[in-house]
């Protein structure tokens, strides 16, 4: 049995502990194997050196959070001490503060995690309008939204704009309860969950209060001219070409745009063809549009996602091939 010894001198002890010990409990909870004991700004590890190290890893990750944002919630110190290594370095510990695109309201940052995603935020620094077309769970909303915001909390913009087609995927909206606020809204929810990750709740409430960031259908968009804004044109693989024309036609002075979308899931009916292919193929080579393709290896969810999408992908192709043998 081996024993080491933790300060947490360079932090708030209460604050790593938690109200009631909360947070300890967490950590005694993560590693049963181990004698966790605290003593002041101590604390004391004792079991197998294996087991030993890889506690005293997520303790120093959390020290050093800590220390760059002095407040550390429940909920992130169970997600530092439960993340595989590199999920838990790319979220929480800024090897390069200046790639940080947004703090959270819990200190958490928000940043480009993959290559794909470093190459989408460099393309919007210097063009005014992005396509980034990839799988779910490539965190093509998610960076665009925090381009938006990062936009509009260095006044580079007045105002966020994000939309969606609001296409039934599989659902009837007209069988679903309340007004239309209330039958859309289901549809927008993930452009709400990544504000939510990057603005407080009460200063969130007053920019959508204000319409100084406005969530809102895609039809909703015509016949607007959108000066001095960061928009984003979310799951635009479900507008037909008309539509996707109009929402690049209200771009107006001072504003970007993001055109985020995936191929492979296209909810519009049978009769109706997306635009997304079209939009980005026609608009290649025109100076301030940049192309940025994602792949499975920018999924940021759970692991299995990446061999969900590898699987499809595969059978898609043997579909394919099967099609030109008949």
Same mark, same amino acid.
């Given at each position: 049995?081996?024993?080491?010894?933790?300060?947490?001198?360079? #932090?708030?002890?209460?604050?790593?502990?938690?109200?009631?010990?909360?947070?300890?409990?967490? @950590?005694?909870?993560?590693?049963?194997? *181990?004698?966790?004991?605290?003593?002041?700004?101590?604390?004391?590890?004792?079991?197998?050196?294996?087991?030993?190290?890889?506690?005293?890893?997520?303790?120093?990750?959390?020290?050093?959070?800590?220390? &760059?944002?002095?407040? *550390?919630?429940?909920?992130?110190?169970?997600?530092?001490?439960?993340?595989?290594? $590199?999920? =838990?370095?790319?979220?929480?510990?800024?090897?390069?503060?200046?790639? =940080?695109? !947004?703090? /959270?309201?819990?200190?958490?940052? #928000? &940043?480009?995690?993959? $290559?794909?995603?470093?190459?989408?935020?460099?393309?919007?620094?210097?063009?005014?309008?992005?396509?980034?077309? %990839?799988?779910?769970?490539?965190?093509?909303?998610?960076?665009? =939204? $925090? *381009?938006?915001?990062?936009?509009?909390?260095?006044?580079?913009?007045?105002?966020?704009?994000?939309?969606?087609?609001? !296409?039934?995927?599989?659902?009837? @909206?007209?069988?679903?309860? %309340?007004?239309?606020?209330?039958?859309?809204?289901?549809?927008?929810?993930?452009?709400?969950? $990544?504000?939510?990750?990057?603005?407080?709740?009460?200063?969130?409430?007053?920019?959508?209060?204000? &319409?100084?960031?406005?969530?809102?259908?895609?039809?909703?968009?015509? %016949?607007?001219?959108?000066?001095?804004?960061?928009?984003?044109?979310?799951?635009?693989?479900?507008?037909?070409?008309?539509?996707?024309?109009?929402?690049?036609?209200?771009? /107006?002075?001072?504003?970007?745009?993001?055109?985020?979308?995936?191929?492979?899931?296209?909810?519009?009916?049978?009769?109706?063809?997306?635009?997304?292919?079209?939009?980005?193929?026609?608009?290649?080579?025109?100076?301030?549009?940049?192309?940025?393709?994602?792949?499975?290896?920018? !999924?940021?969810?759970?692991?299995?996602?990446?061999?969900?999408?590898?699987?499809?992908?595969?059978?898609?192709?043997?579909?394919?091939?099967?099609?030109?043998? &008949?």
């Amino acid at each position: 049995m081996t024993e080491t010894i933790i300060n947490l001198e360079t #932090v708030n002890p209460i604050e790593f502990f938690g109200v009631n010990n909360n947070k300890f409990d967490i @950590l005694k909870k993560k590693f049963p194997l *181990l004698k966790i004991l605290s003593r002041g700004t101590q604390i004391k590890l004792s079991g197998a050196p294996e087991q030993i190290d890889l506690a005293k890893e997520k303790i120093d990750l959390i020290i050093a959070y800590m220390q &760059r944002n002095g407040h *550390l919630s429940e909920i992130y110190f169970e997600q530092i001490l439960g993340g595989d290594d $590199a999920e =838990v370095i790319d979220n929480f510990v800024d090897k390069n503060p200046n790639e =940080v695109l !947004v703090f /959270g309201p819990n200190g958490k940052t #928000v &940043r480009a995690r993959t $290559a794909n995603q470093k190459k989408m935020v460099q393309a919007a620094d210097k063009n005014d309008i992005v396509f980034a077309i %990839g799988p779910a769970g490539t965190g093509k909303t998610y960076t665009a =939204v $925090a *381009l938006a915001v990062r936009a509009l909390k260095n006044k580079v913009v007045k105002k966020i704009i994000l939309t969606r087609p609001a !296409v039934e995927a599989g659902e009837s @909206l007209g069988f679903l309860p %309340g007004d239309l606020k209330e039958k859309i809204d289901p549809y927008l929810r993930p452009l709400y969950d $990544a504000l939510d990750d990057m603005i407080p709740a009460d200063k969130l409430g007053y920019y959508m209060t204000t &319409r100084t960031i406005e969530i809102a259908p895609l039809a909703y968009m015509r %016949g607007r001219t959108l000066d001095n804004a960061f928009i984003i044109l979310d799951e635009s693989q479900n507008a037909n070409d008309l539509q996707i024309k109009m929402f690049l036609t209200r771009i /107006g002075s001072n504003a970007k745009a993001i055109i985020t979308g995936d191929p492979t899931q296209v909810d519009l009916p049978r009769n109706q063809k997306s635009g997304l292919e079209k939009a980005s193929r026609i608009l290649q080579n025109i100076e301030g549009i940049a192309h940025i393709q994602l792949d499975e290896e920018d !999924v940021v969810r759970h692991k299995l996602v990446k061999a969900i999408i590898k699987a499809y992908d595969k059978e898609r192709e043997n579909e394919t091939e099967n099609s030109y043998h &008949r």
